[in-house]
């Protein structure tokens, strides 16, 4: 079985755009309870596939326009606190 994950992405206006993530599948014909549903790895690459085109989407979003976001005055992210900074990583 041949399966693809697909991410539509739809704006403020309409606009639709479509994103193919993640094709997966198998030749193999042999199942078994290990090889049912998506491995660790298969499912890593999905979820990150997905995080990166919300986020890229997301911050041309916000380029386009900026007053979108609440602003960040005042807090302490935006004075450079050491605690406001994060980091997401996805292996």
Do not use: D
């Not at 085109?53 to 602003?71: F, G, I």
């Amino acid at each position: 079985m041949q399966w693809r994950v697909i991410v539509e992405l739809s704006s403020a206006v309409g606009a639709k755009q479509v994103h193919e993530v993640y094709v997966g599948g198998s030749t193999t014909s042999g199942r078994s309870a290990a090889t049912l549903g998506l491995s660790l790895v298969e499912a890593k690459a999905v979820l990150a596939g997905q995080q990166r085109l919300l986020v890229q989407a997301q911050a041309e979003e916000h380029c386009q326009n900026p007053a979108a976001l609440p602003s960040m005055r005042g807090t302490a992210a935006a004075e450079g606190s050491a605690a406001s900074a994060a980091a997401v990583v996805v292996r």
